[in-house]
């Protein structure tokens, strides 16, 4: 159980580590700021990145929808799995009468422009949550939040699709902070990286990072792979917003206000 | 508005300021050394020099991966190609025997080869992966004679920065910068697999480079022009594919 912390309600910091655990501690008023302004930018410019990295990505994907492991796949090789879509180009076997419209060049210029911007926000939220202490406040599961009754509460409670307790509203439970942990730390630096061992430009002078991976088509197939699980995050992320209450989170989220009163759904 | 977030604005406000002065530097700075792709303007500008630039840094003397000759991928994939017009079938009927590759622009002597004569220039061979901007991929043997010695022959200018490079099939042209066009592995590329390049591959003769995509290996190649501007070639875009909506650069 964490100290409720009154004075940090009208800083300006984030103060999640001194959530409050029931909701006789929560202030009546929402003065206080439940994400940094840091946060909340590179939170809705990763959102608008994600969204124009996945339609660009797709785009790219119908002109070849099929996946190899090793170094070379083509239309003459054994894929790995198919993706049962018609392909932008005429040759790809997909079983399909027709083709769809080649859009990849400008897919190829949005896809690779918002990779900068990406990369750009994801380095200065990187920076920042260091030297703040968000990492270590926020998403680094605390000692009590280890405990095994803790987990396999807290696992339970959303085996019951229980609705978050007032203290969810202020601090991020252990399961929240591993799956965020796992996107930052693992997902995207793993996106990033099979994505450029893609790049023969790129593995020309580094062509350690493509070989490890098992070749250039392994590359290209785990990107796929690591692209549906970031899909799925996203999925279950927005599926939790809504159910913990859309507007509560979505107000904290953009204005940082948070407001632990009881909102109905 | 307490005082720590006013402090806190007027920090963010001169972080972005020097932000903001500080792009404006580095792109005259990338400018002086040839960090700009053609391709600059427009709504993807940004994202495209930062991508040539940054791995013009890092690429400019790297080697593409090469691959053992068990790698060699049996059959090469082929793609889809325009009908053969009926000059080309002309062409083709004679062994290419009339085949020329005319090298034009910022070079001391300006002049056509033949195949024969191409051949006869130091042979060179690479086992390397031809990559396609749609996904697919296959690695084969390459033989030809690089780039850089049909530039030394023909005596290219210090001042080239660009060699544009032209198919026979009508708008089909790429450009690129001199360091791809004296990289060792850019080759004119006359075999393949141990036998003339076939016509399905670009043959007689292809401009490839391992380090670009697929689209950036032009066949059916015809000829060059040393320059040191491209904007006044097609619509000033440094190629038929990026005047198509297709980055100049694909390195990635």
């Known amino acids: 159980m964490r100290n409720l912390c009154t004075s940090c309600y009208h800083s300006g910091v984030s103060d999640s580590a001194y959530a409050p655990t029931s909701a006789a ?8 700021s439940r994400h940094s302004a840091l946060v909340r930018i590179t939170h809705w410019i990763t959102t608008l990145c994600f969204v124009a990295l996945l339609v660009s990505g797709l785009e790219i994907v119908i002109s070849h929808p099929r996946f190899y492991w090793g170094e070379v796949g083509n239309d003459l090789t054994q894929p790995l799995f198919k993706i049962p879509v018609p392909a932008s180009r005429r040759l790809v076997p997909t079983g399909y009468s027709y083709t ?14 918002t990779a900068w911007f990406l990369i750009i926000t994801g380095l200065l939220y990187l920076i920042w949550g260091v030297f703040s202490g968000h990492f270590r406040r926020n998403l680094l599961p605390q000692g009590a939040d280890l405990s095994w009754r803790e987990i396999t509460s807290t696992i339970g409670r959303h085996m019951r699709f229980q609705r978050p307790g007032a203290a969810d509203a202020w601090s991020y439970n252990v399961l929240q902070r591993t799956t965020y942990l796992l996107v930052i730390f693992v997902l995207f630096p793993l996106i990033i990286w099979t994505g450029l061992a893609m790049s023969p430009a790129f593995v020309s002078a580094f062509p350690a990072t493509v070989n490890v991976l098992g070749g250039q088509q392994s590359a290209r197939t785990l990107h796929f792979l690591v692209t549906i699980a970031l899909v799925l995050f996203l999925a279950v992320h927005v599926v939790m917003v809504c159910i913990s209450g859309f507007k509560s989170r979505m107000r904290a989220m953009i204005t940082g206000r948070a407001s632990a009163n009881k909102e109905r759904i | 508005m307490s005082d720590l977030s006013r402090r806190k604005m007027i920090k963010t406000g001169l972080v ?13 700075i990338a400018e002086m050394y040839g960090l700009v792709p053609p391709d600059h303007g427009g709504l993807y500008g940004l994202g495209e020099t930062l991508t040539y630039a940054s791995q013009r840094l890092l690429t400019r003397h790297s080697l593409a991966r090469e691959f053992s000759r068990s790698q060699i991928s049996k059959p090469p994939f082929a793609n889809e190609v325009e009908p053969f017009t009926d000059e080309f079938k002309r062409l083709q009927a004679g062994k290419f025997a009339e085949w020329r590759l005319a090298v034009n622009g910022m070079v001391a002597r300006p002049g056509s080869y033949s195949l024969d004569q191409l051949k006869s220039f130091p042979s060179h ?9 749609e996904g697919w991929s ?8 690089p780039l850089s010695h049909v530039l030394d022959v023909a005596g ?13 099939e009508p708008d089909t042209w790429e450009s690129i910068d001199m360091a791809d066009a004296l990289h060792p592995q850019t080759f004119v590329t006359y075999g393949m697999n141990g036998d003339d390049l076939p016509v399905g591959h670009g043959g007689p003769l292809r401009l490839r480079l391992p380090r670009q995509m697929g689209y950036k290996s032009v066949k059916y ?16 875009n440094g190629s038929a594919s990026a005047d198509f909506g297709y980055a100049w650069y694909a390195g990635i």
């Open chain 2, 125 to 133: 061979s690479q086992i390397t992966m031809l990559q396609c901007e």
């Open chain 1, 100 to 113: 769809l419209p080649d859009a990849n060049g400008w897919s190829r210029y949005l896809h690779f422009q």
């Open chain 2, 138 to 145: 296959y690695i084969a043997e390459w033989v030809g004679v």
């Open chain 2, 156 to 168: 290219a200018l210090p001042q080239a920065k660009y060699v544009a490079y032209y198919s026979f």
């Open chain 1, 25 to 32: 501690a929560v202030p009546t008023t929402t003065v206080t």
């Open chain 2, 221 to 236: 190649l015809t000829h060059l022009t040393v320059t040191d501007n491209l904007k006044n070639i097609g619509k000033g």
């Open chain 2, 16 to 28: 972005a300021t020097a932000s903001v002065a500080g792009l404006g530097a580095a792109a005259k």
